[in-house]
């Protein structure tokens, strides 16, 4: 039996619940190869339950009725104010007119047609596991994924990629401890996502576009990183050894716990989001200490820091392979769209800038396919230039 | 008054064509999450009444209307599943999206094709397949009541579900849109 026939196989199993621990990892390492076999699953998964949903369909009229029915009372009749009745005119003639707008788009552009050179910054490719390593003296090491293989030995610490995209440090030695730390370096370019081990069983996932320094074996008395960037962190419980993370603006210190820090050098702020645990946010100012479900912000600008209690999985969805953003402008958008597939974005309207957005999309798709979600949703329109991509307003 | 009551009734009709049109993908979404039907229609009935109440239908669009529905379907399941999206992997996540991206592509229009496109099979396919994914039988139950190995039965199945993939091929690939603009 071929790989291919087994992985249809266990993807039939998968979507019944009945696959096994095992052949789920056999699964998911399959997945992970390449976008080819995220489409060919995503597929297979489609049409398991549209055959399935072909069984059930005309059972559900039943269901249907009964809820219908169930929920009448609650549905009773209300008066409407004039304000109101305009309020839904202007809603069914929008629909109305984007119904129309879709339907003339679609029919007019079959197959969109772009010249070769459109074609590659449109096609670009979504980010994936790689990064560079950078030792303290000087020496680079690409990091990537695919095979288990051993990285470097440095002052007797081991360094090991794993085949799904990880970087391991080795277990740290006691006697080494009180030596001053030496710090190595794991960038991650635009495009990228990496995911680290620290010598203490922290785990940190950093973002695309970021930097984390770290030493093999911490100092004796705290747990330091320097983060430039943004990364989630799930550190490993020590309550003699604080862990610190650096930024330039603020530092995080905790004992243990998970938590996301975005501070970007071009971004507006610094961002944390607790998820467990405790952490204390420490800025020129003061200190903030964080309860989980708080997000604290430092506005560079004005130095202002402002915790408020937010939305912080969706602060983490980077790492579970999701853009997720509320209430976000455009502008912050493309930040996140060009650090994640590498093509930067040039406003030829400045006021798309401020629309703002609200969703989920998953990381792992092409740029023209993001792209075109957003402009079928709003008047907001993507053009491919010379190695960048133009964002006009499109006309109503 | 009469007028205002017409109204008021042209404004549940909106309210009836999003529930006419969504709740059964959405309730077969839920389904996925859930093990039982009740779950799933308590579950469905309750987006309804919050989507009611906080008159989200009546300021937004109709593409918007479906994301908002399934989303709030995904939301809910995984809440009451107690799970945490972080400790959630790119397996579940790819396949949460295939199925929310598929509930959000069912109709009636569409259910008519696949019916058709089973139909169209061998009558030894149509029977392994209906009989999976209709009656819920296991393998070896359609083996042993078919006179054929449980091996054919698995290799004929896959092959029918490779049929049915590369049938409706270019509209597999389809997406809820999921961007709102505020």
Known sequence: ?396 | MKISEDRSNNVKGRFEDFFRKYSKPMFLYALSFVSSEEEAEDIVQEIFMNFWKSESYLTIQDEAVKTYLFRSIRNNCLNKLGKKSVLRDTIDVLYEEAVEDEFGLLNDVLITEIREAIESMSPQTKEIITSVFYQGQKYQEVADRMGISINTVKTLLKNGMRYLRERFSGRLDIFLLFIIER
């Open chain 1, 1 to 396: 039996m071929t790989i291919k026939e087994n992985i249809e196989e266990l993807v039939l199993e998968f979507c019944s619940g009945t696959i096994s621990e095992a052949d789920r990892l056999i699964l998911k390492a399959w997945i992970e190869v390449s976008e080819e076999n995220r489409k060919q699953f995503r597929k297979m998964v489609r049409v398991y339950f549209r055959v399935t949903a072909a069984g059930k369909w005309d059972e559900l009229d039943n269901v249907q009725q009964k809820m219908w029915k169930r929920m009448q009372p609650a549905l009773g009749n209300r008066h409407y104010t004039y304000l109101r009745i305009v309020q839904i005119a202007a809603v069914l003639t929008l629909l109305f007119l984007s119904t129309c707008l879709w339907f003339v788009m679609r029919h007019n552009s079959p197959e969109k047609e772009y010249t070769s050179q459109e074609m590659n910054l449109l096609k670009a490719e979504a980010g994936s596991a790689k990064a560079i390593l950078k030792l303290a003296h000087g020496e680079e090491i690409l990091l990537g994924r695919g095979e288990s293989k051993n990285i470097a030995n440095v002052q007797g610490v081991e360094l090991t990629q794993d085949a799904a995209g990880g970087l391991f440090v080795g277990q740290e030695s006691q006697d080494k401890a009180d030596v001053t730390p030496v710090y190595h370096t794991v960038i991650v370019p635009e495009g990228g996502e990496y995911f680290i081990t620290l010598s203490d069983g922290t785990k940190v996932w950093i973002n695309s576009a970021s930097e984390l320094s770290f030493p093999l074996s911490f100092s004796n008395n705290e747990r330091e990183v320097i983060l430039k960037g943004e990364a989630y962190f799930e550190v490993a419980y020590n309550a003699g050894k604080p862990f610190l993370v650096k930024t330039a603006q603020a530092s995080v210190k905790v004992l243990g716990t998970s938590f996301n820090v975005m501070a970007y050098a071009e971004d507006l702020d610094v961002q944390v989001a607790l998820l467990k645990g405790k952490v204390s946010f420490d800025v020129s100012s003061g200190a903030y200490i964080l309860v989980p479900g708080e997000i604290a912000i430092l506005d560079k600008s004005t130095g202002k820091t402002t915790v408020e209690t937010g939305n912080v999985e969706a602060a983490v969805s980077w790492k579970t392979g999701v853009f997720d953003y509320e209430d976000m402008a455009l502008e912050e958008l493309v930040i996140k769209l060009r650090r994640w597939y590498g093509i930067p974005f040039e406003f030829k309207d400045e006021s798309c800038r401020q629309l703002r957005f609200s969703g989920a999309v998953t990381k792992y798709r092409t740029l023209d396919y993001m792209l075109d979600m957003i402009s079928k949703t709003t008047l907001v329109k993507f053009v491919s230039e010379d190695g960048y991509i133009s964002v006009h307003t499109r006309d109503k």
